[in-house]
């Protein structure tokens, strides 16, 4: 048998079945082991039991009180550590840019509760062991600039695409009335801006995001109404407390949406104002990206 036919065969263990061992083996207790392991103790067992069998040794000795490696156990123990050791070594070297891919969001959004984008972050794994910060899109374009973040996610797309930053169109936003729930508009399916202009808009700084506050001032412009504008808090569950108690409106991103209090109410747009009142996020990187990593991110995370 040649050597490539005797590696691919299934008379080779598993590595699974060398992750439990070891487990055992540093612990020299099951119970302990598949805490570890984040398993029950019958698989645990099983897997052990079939590693066992296809070497064709015991590893442990087992009594009611003590779990102690047999000699051959013993001898297996260098060895699969240098196995699993080998094996990650091979993985950082197959990715050593991705582990450090930087990425930025806006923190107009919410990006767990949109779930296509959310899967796509968590399959780069930034959720988990990546840096990203949540941030004003005018912060996140500073930062892609100065080279401290790699890939952001960002509301509307700026005026130096194509020079500076290379812009990917990746998901739209809609936006929900938020209003009091004893507001007559709170009665109908869907609301317009001018249903609800008797009361005051709690409406953000153009500075957080010059873009998309500029795209939404061009609508407001178009209505037959003048819309009244207050300053809306930092804090947002104090902007909704005061809607709740009937002291204004707001223009929420949907997936912001998610707080229920007695009084509140949210509500989506009329159709002729959702397709002007939407969040238009786009991935972005610098214009003269040449790093494979980045460059396979961003067509990641492309529709």
Not at 120 to 127: E, K
Not at 142 to 154: G, H, K, P, Y
Not at 203 to 214: C, K
Request: charged share 20%.
């Amino acid at each position: 048998m040649s050597v490539a036919a005797h590696l691919i065969s299934n008379h080779l263990p598993a590595v699974r079945q060398l992750q439990c061992f070891l487990a055992v083996a540093h612990e020299l207790n099951f119970r302990r082991a598949a805490e570890r392991l984040r398993m029950t103790q019958p698989p645990l067992t099983r897997q052990i039991q079939n590693l066992e069998d296809l070497l064709g040794q015991p590893l442990f000795s087992r009594t009611p009180h003590e779990v102690t490696l047999t000699e051959s156990g013993q001898a297996l123990v260098a060895k699969a550590e240098a196995i699993l050791i080998a094996l990650e070594a091979l993985t950082q070297r197959a990715d050593p840019v991705v582990s450090r891919l930087r990425i930025g969001v806006t923190r107009t959004l919410n990006f767990e509760a949109i779930t296509p984008l959310n899967q796509q972050l968590v399959a780069l794994r930034a959720s988990e062991e990546m840096e990203m910060p949540s941030l004003t899109s005018a912060q996140l374009l500073q930062n892609l600039a100065r080279n401290t973040l790699d890939l952001i996610l960002t509301g509307e797309k700026g005026a130096e695409a194509d020079e500076a930053v290379h812009y990917t169109w990746v998901y739209r936003e809609p936006l929900l009335v938020v209003l009091p729930a004893s507001h007559p508009a709170a009665r109908a399916e869907q609301v317009s801006p001018e249903a609800v202009a008797d009361l005051p808009m709690f409406w953000f700084a153009r500075s957080a995001n010059p873009l998309f506050y500029d795209k939404c001032e061009r609508y407001f412009a178009t209505l037959c109404v003048t819309l009244k504008r207050q300053r809306e808090p930092e804090d947002s569950l104090l902007m909704l407390s005061h809607i709740a108690r009937g002291k204004g409106f707001a223009l929420m991103p949907r997936s912001k949406c998610t707080f229920n209090q007695a009084g509140l109410c949210y509500r989506p747009l009329s159709e002729r104002a959702a397709r002007h009142l939407a969040i238009d996020v786009y991935a972005a990187i610098r214009a003269d990206e040449k790093n494979e990593a980045i460059l396979a991110a961003l067509e990641k995370l492309s529709p």
